[in-house]
Nanobody, 126 residues
Framework: QVQLVESGGGLVQAGGSLRLSCAAS????????MGWFRQAPGKEREFVAT????????QYEDSVKGRFTISRDNAKNTVYLQMNSLKPEDTAVYYC???????????????????WGQGTQVTVSS
């Protein structure tokens, strides 16, 4: 049973930084691509970033390029999202997701992910 637990969300002023962490259970993390998605009230869940199984390939949604960095530490079964230069429009619940074991290629599509965390709230004030 794969379980994902996000942490690191909170309140921050515009221009500030936060680092989100996602701890994964089990032995399948190291062969699976990971992703971060976010959902604001009244909006669809949207892609933020993805990373392949060994961290050698990353992709980002256009609005976060140059500000956010996704990384992973396979020895710790953890994926991170470093968020810098935060803007009020970044306010959302952020979700960590894992593809099914054996799918090591990153994806922008939320329907390609089989396991999801409960989310962590990020609020950016102006």
């Amino acid at each position: 049973q794969v379980q994902l637990v996000e942490s690191g969300g909170g309140l921050v002023q515009a221009g500030g930084s936060l680092r989100l962490s996602c701890a994964a259970s089990g032995r399948t993390f190291i062969i699976s691509a990971m992703g971060w998605f976010r959902q604001a009230p009244g909006k669809e869940r949207e892609f933020v970033a993805t990373i392949n199984w060994n961290g050698g390939s990353t992709q980002y949604e256009d609005s976060v390029k140059g500000r956010f960095t996704i990384s992973r530490d396979n020895a710790k079964n953890t994926v991170y999202l470093q968020m810098n230069s935060l803007k009020p429009e970044d306010t959302a619940v952020y979700y960590c997701a894992q593809r099914v074991p054996g799918n090591g290629v990153g994806s922008r599509d939320r329907y390609d992910y089989h396991y999801w965390g409960q989310g962590t709230q990020v609020t950016v004030s102006s």
